[in-house]
């Protein structure tokens, strides 16, 4: 089978890697690819005719969509009918991710534990919403923002300030909402789905401050590690009773054509875990730990989403923690230098795991092209050998103006 996947960082490095390892696998093309993956094809992940063409000429049966953005304009829904299979959710149940609101709105109805949150019509009730939350509030800008569309705000004058970011941003009409800040431990947990069914991958944990000690800037994540130590069995279940089955009822009811990747952002609270984002895709950098603790067939697990027949398929995983450490370009997520020589990757074992993500190649050397350049991951039978070994690799490889959070997965040690 011929595969297109569509995307260019991390997360489709790591999902080319572990497709192409499938026997029933043949050629896998990347759309456009970066540095690190085969068979690039610079064809934009939302140029639709393009991508059909593409498809048609090279005989590609199966599509893996990466990133949100063609899943939130209809690539599944594009596709619908012919004979190239597209693995992802239709344009509806992209809201899930594509509008904040609707989302909201979506969990509220199917009874899925969720923060309580508020659209306010005017300045009276933002005052009064943020008077009541003691300024403790995430305010959310409604639509597709790559990460940059939440405030966590701790005080009433930040609450206004984000409110007034986002009409900066995106207009001054730009819908929002105020949703209530919680406190606890962020996991992420990602599943399949056929529509009729999901299962869980193991529980991961993403890093999205630039900083150690989870300080400075929001980024796309700075590393994650799997599994994470304190989701264990008890709370894995009540996951699956208060936010996983009852999303499930909720697609199932809505009617939605939903075969693919669902991610669920959760917040573990003194009060049980807490729903606080749908993503109707792989996480990055979540995946690249993910992927390579996946001991079935990749490839066998999306053609059973495709098919219809999840719940009989046998999910299985390797043993011990993987560890990814993200080097990044200096000044990232602000400003920084691309085209950067990076060094050293050959020194690495054969068989070391590197996803790479803003990397390109120009005349054979390959160069910086991003804020996020290469995932490193590491493993071991304990996490601390996991970490120790992500870390070994970083030793490795350089670049000029190269940086990097030094406590990847240390949390997941205290637990
Ligand atoms: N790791 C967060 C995301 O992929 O959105």
């Not at 063409?53 to 090279?58: A, M, N």
């Not at 809201?95 to 009276?124: C, H, L, N």
């Not at 005052?127 to 923002?145: H, N, P, S, T």
């Not at 160069?367 to 996020?372: A, H, I, M």
């Amino acid at each position: 089978m011929n595969i297109a996947i569509i995307g260019s960082g991390g997360r489709e490095h790591a999902i080319a890697w572990k497709l192409a390892q499938s026997v029933k696998a043949d050629d896998v093309f990347v759309l456009p690819g970066n540095g690190g993956t085969q068979n690039n094809v610079p064809i934009a992940p939302t140029n639709f005719e393009s991508i059909k063409q593409f498809c048609l000429e090279k005989k590609i049966e199966l599509i893996f969509v990466g990133p949100e953005d063609p899943l939130a304009r209809g690539i599944v829904d594009f596709f619908a009918g012919s004979s190239i299979k597209v693995f992802g959710p239709d344009k509806q149940a992209a809201q899930m991710e594509g509008s904040k609101i609707w989302s909201k709105q979506f969990m509220k109805r199917y009874g899925v534990a969720t923060a309580d949150f508020w659209i306010p019509e005017d300045t009276f009730q933002i005052r009064a919403i943020a008077q009541e939350m003691e300024g403790q509030a995430v305010v959310k800008y409604d639509g597709l923002a790559a990460g940059k569309g939440v405030f966590v705000c701790s005080s009433t004058t930040e609450i206004y300030e984000a409110i007034d970011e986002i009409h900066k941003r995106y207009g001054r009409n730009a819908p929002y909402l105020i949703e209530r800040k919680m406190k606890g431990q962020e996991v992420s947990i990602i599943g399949f789905t056929d529509g009729q069914s999901i299962r869980l991958l193991q529980p991961s944990q993403d890093h999205k401050p630039a900083l150690d000690g989870d300080k400075g800037p929001n980024t796309g994540g700075m590393g994650a590690y799997c599994p994470v130590p304190f989701c264990d069995e008890t709370l894995l279940e009540k996951i699956s009773a208060t936010i996983v089955q009852p999303t499930l009822r909720g697609i199932q009811s809505e009617g939605f054509q939903y075969k693919g990747v669902l991610y669920f952002g959760i917040m573990v609270t003194e009060d049980g875990p807490k729903l606080l984002e749908y993503n109707v895709r792989f996480g990055d950098p979540e995946t690249e730990v993910l992927l390579p603790s996946l001991k079935s067939d990749l490839l066998d697990l999306t053609l059973a989403c495709l098919n219809g027949t999840l719940a009989d398929f046998n999910l299985e995983f390797n043993n011990g923690y993987f560890v990814d450490v993200v080097l990044a370009s200096g000044g990232y997520p602000g400003s920084y230098e691309k085209g950067k020589e990076i060094n050293g990757l050959d020194n690495l074992p054969a068989g070391a795991l590197v996803f790479h993500a803003g990397t390109k190649k120009d005349k054979g050397q390959l160069q910086t092209s991003g804020g996020r350049v290469l995932n490193l991951v590491g493993q071991g039978a304990t996490l601390q050998a996991a970490i120790d070994s992500a870390y070994q690799m970083v030793k490795q490889v350089r670049f000029d103006k190269m940086y990097f959070r030094k406590d990847i997965a240390k949390k997941g040690l205290t637990v």
